[in-house]
């Protein structure tokens, strides 16, 4: 395999495994130095040489970069989304688009690979709509919208991403009757959720629990 084909092989490769943007990069900086061509015999043995050599190197930096990632594996997959959204949330960052309505939603999120829906799950809980940006969970593009409560202080963030079973493993279904996931982790509440072939995650902070007076 050459370092021009092995380069795209790795990147796929990586990318399952939620190889950081940092990590890929510095990876395909050091693979981008193109093999020189053969204008001669020295130069042919020198190609033959390091080819090879390019392909080996590669390999042992997708060893080094892979290693550290191996405790990831062991993380439950509703645990990661959780802690991805809730970084999210606590380091919320401005809209791309404000608008009160799903249509305006829609509207705006034309480079996703589904279209955003209501969910019927929130149809009774009297959340606002106040506008949304792109993100993504777990690498997948996801609309991440921000909701408020009449009720509650502060904003809620609800992601919608395309639900890809290779990518988040089972998850609860809602048609089928399952019970969203509920995941505290940062101060935050995360419920995960499957509805209508989209993965939902919502997110609001902890309630804090009263104080009882000493006596």
């Known amino acids: 395999m ?8 790795v990147r796929q490769h990586f990318e399952q495994r939620v190889l950081s943007a940092d990590q890929l990069e510095r990876l ?7 093999a020189p061509r053969p204008s001669g015999r020295r130069q042919l043995a020198k190609s033959l040489i390091g080819w090879p050599a390019a392909a080996a190197i590669a390999a ?18 509703t645990q990661r989304i959780a802690a ?5 949330h606590i380091k919320l960052k401005p809209l791309d688009v ?15 690979e589904f279209v955003p829906v209501k969910s019927q799950l929130l149809a009774s809980s009297n959340l606002e709509l106040l506008g949304g940006r792109y993100c993504s969970i777990q690498s997948v593009p996801a609309a991440q919208l921000h909701v408020s409560a009449p009720d509650k202080q502060g904003r809620q963030t609800l992601y919608q991403t395309e ?11 809602l048609e089928n009757g ?10 935050i509440v995360v419920r995960i959720w499957v509805e209508k072939g989209l993965l939902f995650a919502l997110s609001e902070e902890a309630e804090l629990e009263p104080i009882e007076p000493s006596e």
């Open 60 to 77: 042992l930096l997708a060893v080094m970069v892979l290693l550290p990632l191996g405790p990831v594996d062991d993380v439950p997959m």
């Open 178 to 187: 399952d019970v969203p996931v509920e995941v505290n982790v940062k101060g």
């Open 28 to 34: 395909e900086a050091l693979m981008a130095v193109d």
């Open 163 to 173: 639900y890809r079973k290779d990518v988040y493993g089972p998850l609860p279904v």
């Open 2 to 9: 050459t370092n021009r084909s092995l380069k795209p092989a």
């Open 98 to 112: 404000e608008t009160d309505n799903m249509d305006g939603i829609r509207r705006y999120f034309t480079d996703l």
């Open 84 to 88: 991805e959204v809730a970084r999210n």
